[in-house]
């Protein structure tokens, strides 16, 4: 065996640990970059606007007004039989909601960033310590979903 086959071999054992170490520090750059590859029929499953924190925490930007997005979120959680624990302004303007399954915990935090892009921070928890990132996923396109539905019957409504 060769001095570089057996650097080759070496060198894999502490590849593969430094790869399992940083899987959650790839959750943000594979949403964008995995995006396109994880469409379907035009609609992006995962869209690269989405962001994931370490802690399982998404946040998303819609190019809309703070009232459209609430509206959607309420929609999306009624359709999923999400029931609304608590939905509220704060003090600093955002609005609130807390909604819940039997087995999640999903809260909701809206910003309006201007008076037409509003930002979104989405958690769903199994309990204390785990997050849902699948279903917090699942809600998003939930949202998105609402949104272009509305987008569609605003264009055909009469002027």
């Not at 790869?19 to 520090?25: G, K, P, R």
């Not at 035009?42 to 690269?48: F, I, L, N, R, Y």
């Not at 606007?49 to 959680?77: C, K, M, S």
């Amino acid at each position: 065996m060769s001095n570089d086959s057996r650097r080759l071999i070496s060198a894999l054992p502490c590849a593969l640990l430094f790869a399992v170490a940083l899987q959650a520090c790839a959750a943000i750059p594979l949403a964008a970059l995995a995006g396109p590859a994880l469409s379907t029929g035009g609609e992006a499953v995962v869209k690269a606007g989405t962001a994931y924190a370490a802690n399982g925490t998404a946040y998303r930007t819609f190019p809309l007004p703070i009232a459209d997005v609430h509206a959607a979120v309420l929609e999306a959680l009624q359709r999923i039989d999400v029931g609304v624990k608590r939905d509220e302004p704060s003090k600093k303007g955002e609005i609130d909601l807390d909604g819940a399954t039997e087995h999640r915990k999903i809260r909701v935090r809206l910003t309006s960033l201007t008076g037409t892009l509003t930002a979104m921070k989405l958690v769903v928890k199994r309990n204390i310590l785990a997050s849902d990132k699948a279903t917090a996923s699942e809600l998003l396109a939930q949202v998105e979903q609402v949104l272009a539905e509305q987008a569609k019957l605003s264009s055909r409504a009469p002027t």
